[in-house]
T-cell receptor, first 114, second 116 residues
Framework: DGGITQSPKYLFRKEGQNVTLSCEQN?????MYWYRQDPGQGLRLIYY???????QKGDIAEGYSVSREKKESFPLTVTSAQKNPTAFYLC?????????????FGPGTRLTVL | QKEVEQNSGPLSVPEGAIASLNCTYS??????FFWYRQYSGKSPELIMF????GDKEDGRFTAQLNKASQYVSLLIRDSQPSDSATYLC????????????????FGKGTLLTVNP
């Protein structure tokens, strides 16, 4: 089956710890994205990558880091510098960045800071 | 800050009725518009997109776009209880230079409840 997978589904973090969220896609999409969703809020863009070995900051990049070493993978690290990391994290991909830009989402990772 | 506005709802309609969901956006340069459905606790799923003025129909769903008024809507005909979800409007906006640096900006969503 083609699609986007995210792991883990649920993640608990102690304050001061870094954690890494996995995102993998086998759709052969060029572009990948990370969003954060808080209760009652829309999706906010954290980072995006249009091509391997390149990525750009989104609207709320502070406290997060990413890498794009392979086309299929776009992991997100939530660092201890992120002051309010509890949220639902969504990874998405699109065939190519551009004005059509249909983005398809993975199932999400729910991160809770204890 | 470019904005996408949606009525948060809840919008409540009886089963079989037409549900009308609305969205306005601030960036006149936006070229494409997307509707996503998100069930509680799940990730968004793409319903349809539109980029030309007018109507686009797909089954029970019709997207309507009016670029002059900066307005996009989604109509759901013959609403079913399974349509109960939050509907997110997303606008593809050109950010920065280069001609290919597009990003989706999402509204906060409208909660739709279809009553049996």
């Amino acid at each position: 089956d083609g699609g986007i997978t995210q792991s883990p589904k649920y993640l608990f973090r102690k304050e001061g710890q870094n954690v890494t969220l996995s995102c993998e896609q086998n759709l052969n999409h060029d572009a990948m994205y990370w969003y954060r969703q808080d209760p009652g809020q829309g999706l906010r863009l954290i980072y995006y990558s249009q091509i391997v070995n390149d990525f750009q900051k989104g609207d709320i990049a502070e406290g997060y880091s990413v890498s794009r070493e392979k086309k299929e993978s776009f992991p997100l690290t939530v660092t201890s510098a992120q002051k309010n990391p509890t949220a639902f994290y969504l990874c998405a991909s699109s065939l190519q960045p551009g004005h059509l830009n249909e983005q398809f989402f993975g199932p999400g990772t729910r991160l809770t800071v204890l | 800050q470019k904005e996408v506005e949606q009525n948060s709802g809840p919008l409540s309609v009886p089963e079989g009725a037409i549900a009308s969901l609305n969205c306005t956006y601030s960036d006149r340069g936006s070229q494409s518009f997307f509707w996503y459905r998100q069930y509680s606790g799940k990730s968004p799923e793409l319903i349809m997109f539109i980029y030309s003025n007018g109507d686009k129909e797909d089954g029970r769903f019709t997207a309507q776009l009016n670029k002059a008024s900066q307005y996009v809507s989604l109509l759901i005909r013959d609403s079913q209880p399974s349509d109960s979800a939050t509907y997110l409007c997303a606008v593809n906006e050109l950010r920065g230079s280069g001609g290919s640096n597009y990003k989706l900006t999402f509204g906060k969503g409208t909660l739709l409840t279809v009553n049996p």
